[in-house]
RNA sequence: GCUUCCUUAGCUCAGCCGGUUAGAGCAUCUGACUGUUAAUCAGAGGGUCCCUGGUUCGAGCCCAGGAGGGAGCGCCA
């Protein structure tokens, strides 16, 4: 093939290429460069997978002085022999015959490399240089990650006969209960249109009423399920709350899935399965990643994944849990009473020190849980279900859902939600009515629980949370 | 929103009881070195000690207020 032809080809393919002694082009960003007046190696690395490619530099092509902007940071083209490497880190190297600086990088590019005494730039700074992080060993795996969850996702729905539904990021009812939600408007801030007594008038607005960022597609996915039997949404979902954690964001992803016909253990089968299928797709295709997360940040990441994958969760319900609180000898900050909710520190017992695997926690007090949940028989519970997860807490929220057109409606009664807002939601109920369930899964959540990370401000490239919407 | 801790070189951090010219490692720059593996060796440059005010003969250190960040809690996914 002529020179000028030949085209790139990434580095996760040459390092694990056989077909050696032939010509390549690999453009990638310089990790690090070292060597001497004769020979210099430099480290190159394209995203395309964590590890990097060695280019040897021979000093007959390339006096040092020639390499001078290939530096920690900067942007090359390389032209040369894909050879077996006669190093030990690494079976196949390049040996350059023609290198081209792409963008060059000065010495205040903020990722120089670490030493080797191991210190390098701390997670909270690199949220502060959230443009250039993904260059980081941490944030590449992280973000492949990220990816590959989301493709598995996908796959496990497409396999299990459910259809992707687009449900509005835009809303106009405010009455969802999910949360705080943020104002969209395109009406002046200074001065807006005023009715006759003073208020903000809506009907001049955009949509010619007020409206929302959605903090959820469930209402809208159970429309869909009415039609198309098993759906699911993924897409951003936004809380105006003030929530200063390592678990909370203001704008993440969710996956809600929603089936016709399911009963509440129908949902616990589907969400077990369905979890535990995304952490084998994981392990099965994002080896190199994960052992590096594992070896970085946390030694018992592999050990954790692994374990899910191959235990069942257990089950059990609200009331249940809570006599194991209460005849539990540790002593919590807040008490264990029947009908108000668990706290963080009570869900972390169950889950980490009294059954050490996950849990699904069902059938809460109708007080504590959404108005569209299935009442149970004794009219005290309903059908609520919790996937708690070892250090990230609730993983998922579900339910099955009330299908029953008067039960549903005096629960609206009862939790002060405006019908004539949901009046499109009700007349599921009216019209061919059916049981189904569905839950929420966070997708940050999965990610924080898959790569070990810690803070869910890490596990998403640009994280909005309360005072700050950089980048 | 609440509790608590932190903020010193580009990064990661020391800094004693309040006392002379504020330190280290890494990074950067310069030089040496014939295949390195977060190369090695030698040298150099690099500081608004977060900001404002106060106490004191004297403040990186003590006090007050502010800003930013972490951890925990609440709200939840």
């Known amino acids: 093939m002529p020179a000028d032809q030949l085209r790139r080809t990434r580095i996760q393919d040459l390092l694990k290429s056989t077909d050696l002694n032939r010509e390549v082009l690999v453009k990638a960003w310089v990790r690090t460069r070292r060597g001497n007046k004769y020979v210099q190696f430099i480290a190159l690395n394209d995203g395309s997978c964590l590890a990097t490619l060695q280019v040897v530099a021979a000093a007959e092509g390339f006096p040092e002085e020639s390499l001078k902007e290939i530096t920690t940071g900067s942007c090359i083209a390389v032209r040369g022999q894909l050879v077996a490497s006669q190093g030990k880190g690494q079976a196949v190297e390049i040996q350059a015959t023609e290198i081209t600086v792409l963008g060059t990088a000065d010495e205040t590019y903020p990722l120089q490399k670490k030493g080797n005494d191991q210190k390098g730039i701390s997670l909270e700074h690199l949220r502060e240089i959230a443009h250039l992080r993904p260059r980081t060993n941490t944030f590449g795996a992280v973000l492949r990650i ?152 946390d030694k018992e990441l592999l050990e954790r994944l692994n374990f899910v994958t191959t235990n069942e969760f257990q089950r059990l319900t609200y009331t249940e849990a809570v006599e194991i609180l209460k005849s539990a000898k540790k002593k919590f900050e807040f008490p264990v009473d029947w009908g108000t909710d668990l706290q963080s520190e009570h869900e972390r017992y169950l889950v980490e020190k009294h059954f050490k695997k996950p849990v699904i926690l069902t059938n809460y007090p109708k007080e504590i849980k959404a108005f569209y949940m299935k009442l149970d028989d004794d009219g005290r519970t309903v059908r609520a279900m919790d996937v708690l997860f070892p250090g990230i807490g609730e993983i998922i929220g579900g339910s099955q859902r009330e299908e029953d057109l008067v039960k549903l409606q005096t629960r609206m009664a009862e939790m002060h939600v405006p019908e004539d807002e949901l009046w499109w939601y009700l007349d599921t109920r009216r019209f061919g009515t059916a049981p189904h369930a569905g839950f929420g899964l966070g997708f940050e959540r999965l990610v924080l629980f898959v790569t070990g990370m810690t803070n869910i401000r890490d596990v998403i490239p640009f994280p909005r949370f309360p005072k700050n919407a950089e980048f």
């Not at 539904?165 to 106009?172: A, D, E, K, L, R």
């Not at 936004?238 to 200063?244: D, G, I």
């Open 146 to 297: 990220r990816h590959a969850l989301a493709f598995a996702i996908h796959q496990y729905f497409n396999d299990h006969g459910f259809y992707y539904v687009h449900t509005p990021i835009i809303t106009g009812s405010d009455a969802e209960g999910a949360g705080q939600m943020f104002r969209v408007t395109t009406l002046p801030p200074e001065h807006p249109p005023r009715t006759a007594d003073g208020a903000v008038d809506y009907a001049e607005d955009f949509f010619g009423k007020q409206t929302n960022l959605t903090v959820s597609g469930q209402l809208e996915g159970e429309l869909a399920a009415m039609a198309l039997g098993s759906v699911y949404t993924f897409g951003p979902t936004f809380r105006a709350e003030n929530s200063n954690t390592a678990r909370h964001l203001a704008e993440f992803w969710m996956i809600e899935p929603e089936v016709a016909f399911n009963d509440l253990t129908d949902n616990m089968d589907l969400a077990e399965d369905f979890l535990q299928s995304l952490v084998r797709y994981a392990l099965a295709h994002c080896a190199e990643d994960l052992q590096f997360l594992n070896d970085t940040y």
